[in-house]
């Protein structure tokens, strides 16, 4: 990992701890509608230094509101992950599924527990305003067979 994304994912564990201990519901103030929801699946299956992971979410809008996953694993050993985004969410207040690749290391990832620390946003406009909801998941990292 090389320095300048040592410092993004620092940047982004001690945001989020700062947003955290804030307001636990979520970031950016109270937007006057239900910002989402995430939940992540209990396993990821880890095959060399990439797992894949996935949820389902959920969140509100219609027009022009746009939203985006933002997650990292914080690993039993190691760094975390390089902050990982899923552009592109449906915000129809339905329930919808996400996956995605991400790399956890350089060689072979122990099995074992790992924390998936993120937030979904949902912005009203390219420009903003993008309120974020907050989430902190174990997960259970599991050789792909």
Same mark, same amino acid.
């Given at each position: 990992?090389?320095?300048?994304?040592?410092?993004?994912?620092?940047?982004?564990?001690?945001?989020?701890?700062?947003?955290?201990?804030?307001?636990?519901?979520?970031?950016?103030?109270?937007?006057?509608?239900?910002?989402?929801?995430?939940?992540?699946?209990?396993t990821a299956t880890v095959d060399d230094d990439l797992a894949t992971i996935g949820?389902?979410?959920?969140?509100?809008?219609?027009?022009?509101?746009? =939203?985006?996953?933002?997650?990292?694993?914080?690993?039993?050993? %190691?760094?975390? #992950?390089?902050?990982? $985004?899923? &552009? *592109?969410?449906?915000?129809?207040?339905?329930?919808?599924?996400?996956?995605?690749?991400?790399?956890?290391?350089? =060689?072979?990832?122990?099995?074992?527990?790992?924390?998936?620390? %993120?937030?979904? #946003?949902?912005?009203? $406009?390219? &420009? *903003?305003?993008?309120?974020?909801t907050l989430v902190e998941a174990r997960v259970i990292l599991k050789r792909a067979r």
């Amino acid at each position: 990992m090389n320095i300048s994304r040592s410092l993004l994912a620092s940047a982004f564990v001690t945001a989020t701890a700062v947003v955290l201990a804030g307001s636990p519901a979520h970031a950016g103030g109270d937007p006057g509608y239900e910002i989402g929801t995430i939940t992540v699946d209990h396993t990821a299956t880890v095959d060399d230094d990439l797992a894949t992971i996935g949820g389902s979410y959920t969140c509100s809008g219609a027009g022009d509101r746009i =939203g985006s996953l933002s997650f990292q694993l914080l690993l039993r050993e %190691g760094a975390p #992950t390089d902050l990982q $985004t899923v &552009d *592109g969410l449906t915000c129809d207040g339905a329930s919808h599924r996400w996956d995605t690749v991400t790399a956890v290391g350089a =060689g072979r990832v122990p099995s074992g527990a790992a924390t998936f620390w %993120g937030g979904i #946003t949902v912005c009203e $406009t390219p &420009d *903003g305003p993008c309120p974020m909801t907050l989430v902190e998941a174990r997960v259970i990292l599991k050789r792909a067979r």
